[in-house]
């Protein structure tokens, strides 16, 4: 049944000309209902130009590769009955590298891979296999916007820092009935529930053998999901963070507040950049606010805010329009402590993440995981 609603999604972007992602988890067969629906356009919409990316060019073709995008796409075609296959079709000529085309009705199905995805010509639907996996996302990025109205991103997860990450994100959930929005990205989720072959049972096996394997977090990224297995060196892991959801009212009961009340402000100098404000007493969080005017004027009001609420120490950073913080607090006579985010990794030789000890076998220290002070701090 979820085989239905992707070929009804791609339909959909198609007919409303707006952009989709599937999020999938692993073996799900995604790119092969994409393939299926693409020979359909190719066969029966006459002109349609449809084109298919990766990451690398190998795997969108390369031959005696049946696992290839363009092996699946060939696949189909030449399993058609011959009433179905385009007059003058012929293999050696239409069904090439990279490229199909129907040389009845003029539509083409073509490939790229790696940096090159976006540079073709103009498409009526773009796919992009295994988004997440990009090695330069940002050029294909900038060349896929000016290549097509509807692209569609399909891909496992693979960590936070990519743009595929960020378009599920700001993206809504689509569901068969809805509307299309074209405000951002549609999003169809390939939950492994669905697909008939896996039951709880395979899903409890194929966990306690990832387990026994130490590839836990590979499970929790391909089969569930999780974007934060997949980041390595995680101090506070994901499923932690989502525990304490909704039960904030019990963990103050169990944590109270202590200790000082202190502030951290993140300057910024206007435009379309905000000044933010943080206010925390002990681990609570009590205030999280933003100023989008220049530093002059937000950091006076947002030190002034802090002061209001009690706060003994002020922390920003010290770089660049922070040091209009600096002066802001010095003349508001303001007890503050410059934050550095280029100074050198805290306790380099020692293991934050891990917990090891000097001299076991494949430790890595501080100055190891950590570029810098910012990147230790995040």
């Known amino acids: 049944p979820r085989q239905i609603d992707m070929v009804q999604f791609i339909y959909e972007s198609v007919d409303n000309q707006t952009s989709g992602l599937w999020e999938k988890s692993r073996d799900y067969g995604a790119t092969w209902i994409a393939c299926a629906v693409s020979v359909h356009m190719w066969l029966f919409e006459p002109g349609t130009a449809i084109g298919f990316g990766s990451r690398k060019a190998e795997l969108v073709d390369q031959l005696g590769d049946p696992k290839t995008i363009f092996a699946k796409i060939r696949q189909i075609i030449e399993n058609l009955p011959d009433f179905l296959l385009p007059d003058g079709l012929t293999p050696k000529l239409h069904l090439t590298y990279m490229r199909c085309i129907n040389p009845e009705n003029g539509s083409t199905i073509i490939g790229e891979g790696g940096d090159n995805v976006g540079r073709g010509g103009r498409t009526s639907v773009y796919f992009l296999d295994e988004a997440a996996h990009v090695e330069r996302p940002e050029l294909i990025e900038a060349s896929l916007g000016d290549n097509t109205n509807v692209r569609i991103d399909i891909s496992s997860v693979n960590g936070i820092g990519n743009p595929f990450y960020r378009r599920r994100m700001n993206g809504k959930e689509w569901t068969p009935g809805d509307k299309m929005t074209k405000a951002k990205a549609n999003i169809l989720v390939l939950d492994w529930r669905d697909h008939p072959d896996k039951d709880q049972e395979w899903y409890d096996n194929r966990k306690k053998r990832s387990e026994e394997e130490g590839l836990s977090h590979v499970f929790a990224q391909e089969v569930d999901r999780d974007y934060a297995a997949s980041v390595k060196g995680v101090l506070i892991p994901a499923k932690w963070v989502r525990c ?33 404000l943080v206010i925390s007493h002990g681990v609570h969080v009590e205030l999280a606010t933003t100023d989008s005017r220049g530093a002059d004027e937000a950091a006076p009001a947002l030190i002034s805010m802090a002061m209001m609420s009690g706060v003994e120490d002020y922390y920003y950073e010290s770089t660049g329009v922070g040091a209009g913080v600096r002066v802001a607090t010095k003349m508001m006579n303001v007890k503050s402590f410059a934050w550095t985010p280029n100074a050198s990794v805290v306790n380099p030789f020692e293991d934050m993440i891990g917990g090891t000890q000097i001299g076991e076998e494949g430790r890595k220290s501080n100055r190891d995981y950590f570029r810098d002070y910012k990147a230790q701090s995040s």
């Open 244 to 276: 304490v959801f909704d039960h904030y009212e019990e963990l103050c009961e169990m944590v109270p507040k202590s200790g000082k009340k202190v502030a951290g402000q993140d300057a910024a100098d206007g435009g379309s950049d905000s000044s933010a």
